[in-house]
Each structure stands twice: as C-alpha cells, then as structure tokens.
C-alpha cells in the first residue's frame, strides 16, 4: 500500500507514532529506548526497535489468520509499521499462565504458580498513575469500556493466550504472562493494537528457565540485548523458515 509518512503524532516510551496522507492509518516506529518500573529505570537495548517491528509484524498476522482482528496492515521500514488508526480503550489486559512479577509482589503469590484457568487482570493506561489495577466495577462506572467490550477483549486475550502459547513453546519457550491493548475502529470494531514484543510479556527458556524478556533489563540480569536477539531468531526460523 502506498501510504506517505507524515509529522509525529506522539511519542511514548518505546514508540512513536506518525500520521500519514491517509487520515485512517498512521505509522508505528519502534525505537532502541526501553524503560522498566513505570519510567523510573531508563536506557536502550541496542537493536531492540527493528526486533520488535519483526516480532509484531510476525506475531499480528498469525493472530488475524487465526481469527484475531488487529491493526496491523504491513511492516514498511526496518523500524516502522503501518497500522490502522483506531482508539485506544485506556485498560491494559493482562493474561497470566505462570505467577511473576507484580501479583506475586502484590498478593504474595509464589513465583511460578500456574493458574488453571490462565488469570486474566486490567490496568489502568495511565502513565502518571503508574498503570494501576483496577476492576470491572471501576472500567464500567468510569466508561473506560463498555460490558460488552470488556467482555470481548477478554476472550480475545485468552484466544491470543492459547495461540501464542502453543507457537512459543514450538520454539522452546514458556509464556509466563503478557499485556495487550485494544482499540476502537470507526465502526466500533475491536482490534488487538499496540505491540507483541519482549517488551510487553515474559518469556522463560523452557529448558533452562531463563528470562529471555525485558526483565533481564528491569533487573540487570545481563545478556539484554543477546537475549532479545535469541528470541528474535527463533521466531525468524519459525516464521520465515531461515
Ligand atoms: N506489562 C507491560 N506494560 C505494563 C505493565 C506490564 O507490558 O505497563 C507486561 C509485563 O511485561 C508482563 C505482564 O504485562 O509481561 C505482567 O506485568 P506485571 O503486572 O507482572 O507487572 P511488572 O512486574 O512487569 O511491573
């Protein structure tokens, strides 16, 4: 599709957004920055913004295959997408196969706990609240979505759950958890929009148990940037077939 990229829309931690001459779609470029703990923790995983635009490019076209509608359109540049505009319903869904993370901080959960069925949490969008979690009762009495489209997302997620989970674990590893994001097209569509990265789920090595996501950044584990690469290359095999 030929499509011109325009001016920034707007800028967020690990993306920006670009608007282009066709008001219905923009561009979604990746960059290197990365940031743990809601923004206090700051720096760049080298060759992260190409790895990522891959791995949703990837990710995003098996899910619509598969049923999962998304915004994704067509991955134009190293670091760019062109995705279809949409607007973003402000609650972030969690799935959690394996306890990790804030549940265990918060509820005292054993790192590891499997949840059976996999445990579905929202949060709040809200950079300067830190992204909170927040229940049903407050998405509805604040219109941050409607039942209906709650419930929708919701078993969109555990759809996407039970798709990636099989398509990780072909490649060896465990999906621990994961975050997604929905959007609103103009005929009140639901689509998956965002990202599919490391940045945004845990990934585990299922032989070694290793963290191959963005927790080795949040906590200094090392092999940040050989990490995101293995995972990069297990998927390009997986994928493309090379
Ligand atoms: N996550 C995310 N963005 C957020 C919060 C969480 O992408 O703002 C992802 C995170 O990478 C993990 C999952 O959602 O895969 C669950 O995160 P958790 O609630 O455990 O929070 P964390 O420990 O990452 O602060």
């Known amino acids: ?37 809601n923004g206090l923790k700051k720096g760049q995983i080298l060759g992260k913004g190409p790895i990522n635009n891959s791995i949703s490019a990837w990710v995003f076209q098996y899910l619509e295959k598969h049923g999962i509608p998304t915004h994704f359109v067509e991955k134009t540049a190293e670091r760019e997408m062109l995705i279809k505009r949409v607007k973003i319903i402000p609650v972030e869904v969690v799935v959690r196969n394996l306890a990790a993370g804030s549940i265990c901080k918060r509820l005292g959960i054993e790192k590891k706990h499997r949840f059976e069925p996999p445990f579905v949490e929202f949060f709040l969008k809200s950079d300067e609240l830190g992204d909170p979690l927040i229940s049903e009762r407050h998405i509805f009495y604040f219109k941050w979505a409607t ?11 555990l759809r996407v759950n039970k798709l990636l989970t099989q398509v990780f674990d072909q490649v060896g590893l465990t999906l621990v958890d994961f975050k997604l994001e929905f959007g609103t097209d103009n005929d009140g569509n639901i689509l998956l929009a965002d990202e599919f990265t490391g940045d945004g789920c845990r990934l585990w090595d299922k032989e070694t148990g290793e963290p191959l996501d963005k927790d080795r950044f949040r906590h200094d584990l090392g092999r940040v940037e050989e990490s995101y690469q293995e995972v990069y290359q297990r998927l390009k095999r997986h994928f493309e077939g090379n």
């Open 1 to 37: 599709m030929s499509v011109e990229r325009r001016g920034p829309l707007s800028e967020g931690k690990a993306k920006i957004l670009y608007s282009t001459d066709r008001n219905d779609f923009i561009v979604q470029h990746f960059k290197d920055d990365a940031t743990g703990f």
């Open 147 to 157: 039942p209906e489209q709650l419930k929708e997302m919701e078993s969109k997620a």
